[in-house]
């Protein structure tokens, strides 16, 4: 079952509207409505709201591994193995080849899922530098990819 769909048999089952949730995550009935019908995924820190506020294990609406693969799937190449051990040991390396505070955004954004705007406060920057700096490194991991399963 999809992110979205968990969502909106969470909000059945408790009795919601999609209004009544989205006043209780103060967000707009639209977005509820594009969670549920898939076409946006919350962000995680919302994830961890409706978790909360559903008494259900965040892991349960969204794990971990399916934001990695959404977001890094495009960057790995053709023919590239498919478990996630592979990845998991590529990852690993390629943080190693990178300056220390790349690697922290890195993680930050793609171990703890935390949005470009809470890692930029962290960092007194502003998300846009850190989704910049998160953009530059994927096209290096991309490379760096590419040059291991050439």
Not at 12 to 38: H, N, P
Not at 108 to 133: K, M, N, Q, W
Request: hydrophobic share 35%; aromatic share 10%.
């Amino acid at each position: 079952m999809q992110t979205g769909q968990i969502i909106m048999k969470l909000r059945c089952d408790a009795g919601f509207t999609q209004a009544r949730l989205a006043d209780m995550l103060f967000v707009s009935r639209d977005l509820i409505s594009k969670w549920e019908t898939g076409k946006r995924l919350p962000e995680y820190k919302m994830i961890l709201e409706i978790a909360k506020l559903f008494s259900v294990d965040p892991e349960t609406l969204l794990p971990k591994e399916s934001v990695l693969e959404s977001e890094l799937s495009a960057l790995l190449p053709e023919g590239y193995p498919e478990d996630g051990e592979t990845l998991k040991k590529d990852l690993n390396r390629f943080l190693g080849t990178i300056n220390a505070r790349d690697r922290r955004i890195f993680i930050r954004r793609y171990y703890f899922l935390e949005d470009p705007t809470e890692i930029g406060e962290e960092y007194g920057v502003r998300a846009s530098h850190v989704r910049t700096i998160l953009t530059r490194t994927r096209k290096k991991l991309k490379k760096y990819l590419k040059e291991e399963y050439a």
